[in-house]
């Protein structure tokens, strides 16, 4: 079975301190990796995904993850925080890229204080 | 990428009545669609899988006779919540994804309660 684990409810960090949300993950088969973000009363936008390949990801808003299959991680960070990058973070895995149903973990609260 | 709509963005009804739920995708054909539900500070729960044309494969503990969802095109899903009841109350996330997609993307969801 699939499932996701993000450790932190909440993650608090100054404005300008680099940022971590952590994610791991456990799934038969290769993985692929999801990060959203939701704002309040909004759906998810999508941040970056995994598929294969180079295991450091770009992302949207200069976010970045890096798939780590030792550990069965995939944290996203960021080098430098913003005040509008609090939100809420969900990380999730698919057995497939679109057609197969999406596990979410419960999420992390970003806070960025300034 | 892709945009996809969700009508209303909220509703209000009394407990006993039927609402429905529009997912739209604006400028893509969606193969399939996702409904998801969120409960507040929680994560979002599959409900429901549908793929055009083909009934939905409902996940274990959703009831199919009181959340319908219809996939009639390529571009539209409905989820109609019967009989509403006060703890229905939740936000409703549609996603659809198409072929020449390789992610789901999501609609900006739909605040329902049930008074």
């Known amino acids: 079975a699939q499932s996701v684990a993000q450790p932190e409810d909440q993650v608090n960090v100054a404005e300008g301190n680099p940022l971590t949300v952590k994610c791991t993950y456990s799934?038969?088969?290769?993985?692929?990796l999801f990060w959203y973000v939701q704002y309040p009363n909004r759906g998810l936008q999508f941040l970056l995904k995994?598929?294969?390949?180079?295991?450091l990801v770009k992302g949207s808003y200069g976010f970045e993850a890096e798939f780590n299959k030792s550990q069965t991680s995939f944290h996203l960070k960021k080098p430098s925080a913003l005040v509008s990058d609090s939100a809420l973070y969900f990380c999730?895995?698919?057995?497939?890229?679109?057609?197969?149903?999406?596990?979410f973990g419960t999420g992390t609260r970003l806070q960025v204080f300034p | 990428g892709a945009v996809v709509s969700q009508h209303p963005s909220w509703v209000i009804c009394k407990s006993g009545t039927s609402v429905k739920i529009e997912c739209r995708s604006l400028?893509?054909?969606?193969?399939?669609m996702f409904w998801y539900r969120q409960f507040p500070k929680q994560s979002l729960m599959l409900m429901a899988t549908?793929?055009?044309?083909?009934?939905?494969?409902?996940e274990q503990g959703v009831e199919k006779d009181k959340f319908l969802i219809n996939h009639a095109s390529l571009t539209l899903s409905t989820l109609t919540v019967t009989s509403a009841h006060p703890e229905d109350s939740s936000f409703y996330i549609c996603?659809?994804?198409?072929?020449?997609?390789?992610?789901?993307?999501f609609g900006p969801g739909t605040r329902l309660t049930v008074l």
């Open positions: 996603s659809a994804s198409g072929s020449m997609y390789n992610e789901q993307f």
């Open positions: 799934v038969s088969g290769n993985p692929y």
């Open positions: 995994y598929i294969t390949g180079d295991n």
């Open positions: 999730a895995v698919s057995r497939s890229y679109n057609t197969d149903k999406l596990i």
């Open positions: 400028d893509f054909q969606a193969t399939t």
């Open positions: 549908s793929n055009e044309g083909s009934k939905a494969t409902y």
